[in-house]
């Protein structure tokens, strides 16, 4: 038997393609695949937190009484007043109450939270003209809590911290909070035009007009063109306000909403 020993040819193992490029199409791929990935998660995500008992969420957030618990006051009576009357017309599920918190102090900031809380400054209710644009401010603050979007927001935030934490085997907290809140703020804004489209219809049904109503947002406008961001809290997760006023004001000439120029001044039933 004759046994030969050939010469291998060179490059056998190797191709022409550059090195470089195998790797951005081996990285592309793996993104994209990854992408997809948070995509369909997201997906889950927001199918169900909305199975997620409103119950569940009140327990969640118990604590929050206490933490800004107040003496009982006449403003505070008054808020929450007028928000179980805002709440009638948006009809909410059953069993989903509203509970209104008012701070005093002077940041210009509210803001909707878990279990039906809903969290009022007295920077920003002093500068209110009417109460035909407070009630648009509750009502929209209400919206965001009947279509769950609290508990959806602290979802996805809470899903990308595990994933920063899997992705870069890196627990830093800034490095979390940035992502998380840059998910958020995209999260959020994409909901705020459905709270400001319930506010408005909120606003008619209990005025019969809908005048004021823009009112709130031209109020931040000059606000923020006044202060200093660290103080005017109210931007950081909403989008153009001048785009809203627009949208609003061709709502409500779509649906033939009247706007007869009939404001209600606020009395506050005593000082903040």
């Known amino acids: 038997m004759q046994y030969e020993n050939p010469e291998i040819p060179e490059g056998i193992n190797t191709t022409d393609e550059h090195p470089l490029k195998e790797f951005v199409i081996l990285s592309s791929g793996i993104i994209f695949v990854t ?7 997201l997906l889950a995500v927001e199918y169900t937190t909305q199975l997620i008992p409103f119950e569940y969420e ?6 929050l009484s206490d933490q800004y618990s107040n003496k009982p006051n006449p403003t505070q009576k008054y808020l929450q007043n007028l928000a179980n ?32 809380h809903i969290i009022i400054y007295r920077g920003l209710l002093e500068k209110l003209p009417s109460e035909n644009s407070l009630t648009m401010l509750l009502a929209h603050e209400i919206a965001h809590i009947k279509y769950r979007h609290p508990i959806k927001s602290i979802s996805s ?13 890196n627990s830093n907290s800034s490095g979390i909070f940035n992502i998380t809140r840059l998910t958020s703020l995209s999260y959020s804004r994409s909901n705020e035009t459905k709270a400001d ?4 219809y909120s606003v008619f049904q209990i005025y019969n007009d809908v005048n004021g109503a823009t009112d709130l947002f031209q109020m931040l406008i000059e606000s923020q063109q006044a202060m200093s961001f660290t103080k005017l809290e109210y931007f950081s997760t909403h989008p153009d306000i001048k785009d809203r006023i627009t949208h609003l004001n061709r709502l409500a000439e779509k649906k033939g909403w009247a706007s007869k120029k009939t404001i209600v001044e606020i009395h506050y039933p005593n000082e903040f």
């Open 35 to 41: 992408m997809v990935i948070i995509s369909l998660i």
């Open 58 to 63: 009140q327990q969640l957030i118990s604590s």
């Open 85 to 116: 009357k805002i709440a009638l017309t948006q009809k909410l599920p059953k069993g989903m109450n509203i509970t209104v918190h008012y701070i005093n102090e002077d940041t210009i900031n509210a803001f909707a939270t878990l279990g039906g």
């Open 157 to 169: 935030g809470l899903l990308f911290q595990i994933l920063w934490v899997m992705i870069t085997n």
């Open 197 to 200: 489209e319930e506010g408005l």
